[in-house]
């Protein structure tokens, strides 16, 4: 029997909104129990700090003019998760923890993708050995560090026994696809879709004291300007055709083509557009299975936004089954927190963590950097 790792999975979403933290007892392969789980909102002022230095960061050269209000700001997200640590796992001996940070800056066509998190410091605060950085080994072998969950989608896909062809639709600020069609990990195909939360949450952001559309209630009572989502629609495609990239940051995307419209116009607008993208992306990447009925699991914030779910489904082929994670007993709300737990382990055994059909590596590989108390 391959030994099992008690491991604290930690992870910041693309919404910048707080940490997921779910303690995993795993082999890394096919076995895996959650032990705990709990979400950690960032305060007003960590919140706000981050989105504000995040709309700032926009390139290689902002990095450097912004180092050292980045490097306090790591230092403040960093403490955040330390504290985060002591509470979760109280009482509890772990192994490791799978550190993911926080995504400040991801572009593919640099070969960079940034997580503001300090290993060394977190390793010293809670005094157990840190797993952190995993993109940085998948990029150096010539992929776009992102996505990395697929091959623990693949696990939970494999563990609830659905018939394959079979995806997890996860939707955070950014959505992404995987899509399982055998239980061979080079059969595993995953891409980044387009916006997920991240638009919808800007705009309600810059027009209430809200941080986001609660189940969609608000875009739900305003009217989608079609003309302003069609010339958005096109300006889109012409843009992201030239880049044909797997991976997307948030900073790929902006709210602008929605200005003058009201707070509900404006909501229902960029929800029509995100969900437009997702389900054109669902539709392509799901082609070559023809008619076959095929399962998605839908998890991450997103899946709340009853209204933008709707639309998504709409615009999907009529043979896809649309599925919440908890039709299935999967919380949508850790997965990507238990995936970087179970990747974690897969580090310290020397496991691939991503490959060609995910990231666009040469070769599958493994990643993350290990610091030991």
């Not at 996505?147 to 600020?173: D, Q, V, Y």
């Not at 003309?227 to 992201?240: D, K, W």
Request: hydrophobic residues 35%.
């Amino acid at each position: 029997m391959s030994k099992e790792y008690t491991c604290l999975g930690m992870m910041s979403g693309t919404s910048g909104d707080g940490v997921d933290a779910s303690i995993i007892r795993s082999n890394g392969l096919n076995e895996l129990t959650i032990l705990r789980e709990k979400y950690y909102e960032y305060d007003e002022k960590l919140f706000y700090k981050f989105h504000n230095l995040k709309k700032k960061i926009n390139s290689l050269k902002d990095l450097k003019t912004f180092s050292s209000e980045i490097k306090k700001l790591e230092n403040d997200i960093t403490i955040f998760h330390a504290k985060a640590v002591k509470d979760i796992s109280a009482g509890l001996n772990l192994d490791l923890i799978g550190f993911h940070g926080q995504t400040l800056y991801h572009n593919p066509e640099e070969k960079i993708s940034l997580q503001l998190g300090n290993g060394n410091l977190l390793s010293q605060l809670s005094k157990k050995k840190i797993i952190f950085n995993f993109r940085k080994n998948d990029i150096l072998n010539g992929g776009e560090g992102a996505p990395l969950t697929p091959i623990f989608h693949k696990h939970l896909i494999k563990s609830k026994k659905i018939e394959l062809p079979a995806c997890i639709l996860n939707i955070g600020g950014i959505s992404n696809l995987t899509v399982v069609g055998n239980m061979n990990d080079h059969e595993i195909l995953s891409q980044d879709l387009g916006p997920g939360n991240c638009l919808i949450n800007s705009w309600i952001q810059n027009n209430t004291n809200k941080k986001f559309d609660f189940g969609g209630e608000i875009s739900s009572r305003g009217k989608v300007n079609e003309i302003i989502l069609e010339q958005a629609l096109e300006i889109y495609e012409s843009n992201f055709k030239k880049k044909n990239n797997i991976s997307l940051d948030t900073n790929d995307f902006d709210i602008s083509f929605a200005r003058g419209l009201s707070l509900e116009d404006g909501a229902a607008t960029l929800t029509a557009f995100s969900a437009k993208i997702i389900s054109t992306k669902i539709n392509f990447l799901l082609n070559k299975h023809g008619k076959k009925i095929i399962k998605i699991i839908i998890c991450g914030g997103g899946r709340k936004n009853t209204n933008l779910v709707k639309q998504i489904k709409l615009n999907s082929k009529k043979n896809i089954s649309f599925y919440n994670s908890e039709d299935l007993e999967l919380n949508g709300d850790f997965i990507e927190s238990q995936a970087f737990g179970y990747i974690a382990i897969r580090s310290v055994l020397s496991l691939p963590i991503s490959f060609p059909s995910t990231t666009g590596c040469n070769a599958p590989c493994s990643g993350g950097e290990a610091i030991d108390f």
